[in-house]
T-cell receptor, first 113, second 111 residues
Framework: AAGVIQSPRHLIKEKRETATLKCYPI?????VYWYQQGPGQDPQFLIS???????DKGSIPDRFSAQQFSDYHSELNMSSLELGDSALYFC????????????FGNGTRLTVT | QKEVEQDPGPLSVPEGAIVSLNCTYS??????FMWYRQYSRKGPELLMY????GNKEDGRFTAQVDKSSKYISLFIRDSQPSDSATYLC???????????FGSGTQLTVLP
């Protein structure tokens, strides 16, 4: 079965640079979520989109922005990168229905040097 | 205090053992409960999903929810070395779709 696809798998950036992470949800899933997982930490919710509109916002820094496109893929844009942004970034997708579980991709590992 | 508390582990058991993983929560609005398995450098993989009190079984895995006590458990029977991973409980309220995770329990099943 098709899963959530994220790209790139690994990304190395320098401080103050920008990064763009991409997420392709499971076919027919209309809701996308972004999570950040630091070393040894549980995933922290950043932001979610339903039908191309932001639906919920978590602990996403103002330096980050995201959007969902007409084909339901999503991009997380990160600017003025800081060392503390180094983490695993996961995308998850689901149907909008409240009883539809979230399915996660394998993440993008961002390293800021 | 975190909304979801998970037994931190790490947990090490011999192959074939029954494993019990547990989480408690404080937010009575939580309605949907999930268990994810995460291997190193991989994304969380959905194992079990339930929204009612009681037991749900899927192969070697049984998820148990007790809403009155705000307590959920995952039981793994006949544990295998391939079950070695970090297990995360997660839950959400119906109106808010983002998940709140426990801190994870690292499990090692020794052959």
């Amino acid at each position: 079965a098709a899963g959530v696809i994220q790209s790139p798998r690994h990304l190395i950036k320098e401080k103050r640079e920008t990064a763009t992470l991409k997420c392709y949800p499971i076919p027919r899933h209309d809701t996308v979520y972004w999570y950040q997982q630091g070393p040894g930490q549980d995933p922290q919710f950043l932001i979610s989109f339903y039908e191309k509109m932001q639906s919920d916002k978590g602990s996403i820094p103002d330096r980050f922005s995201a959007q969902q496109f007409s084909d339901y893929h999503s991009e997380l844009n990160m600017s003025s990168l800081e060392l503390g942004d180094s983490a695993l970034y996961f995308c998850a997708s689901s149907l909008e229905s409240p009883n539809s579980p979230l399915h996660f991709g394998n993440g993008t590992r961002l390293t800021v040097t | 205090q975190k909304e979801v508390e998970q037994d931190p582990g790490p947990l090490s058991v011999p192959e074939g053992a029954i494993v019990s993983l547990n989480c408690t929560y404080s937010n009575s609005a939580f309605q949907y409960f999930m268990w994810y398995r995460q291997y190193s450098r991989k994304g969380p993989e959905l194992l079990m999903y339930t929204y009612s009190s009681g037991n749900k079984e899927d192969g070697r895995f049984t998820a148990q929810v007790d809403k009155s006590s705000k307590y959920i458990s995952l039981f793994i029977r006949d544990s295998q070395p391939s079950d070695s991973a970090t297990y995360l409980c997660a839950m959400n309220a119906g109106s808010a779709r983002q998940l709140t995770f426990g801190s994870g329990t690292q499990l090692t099943v020794l052959p």
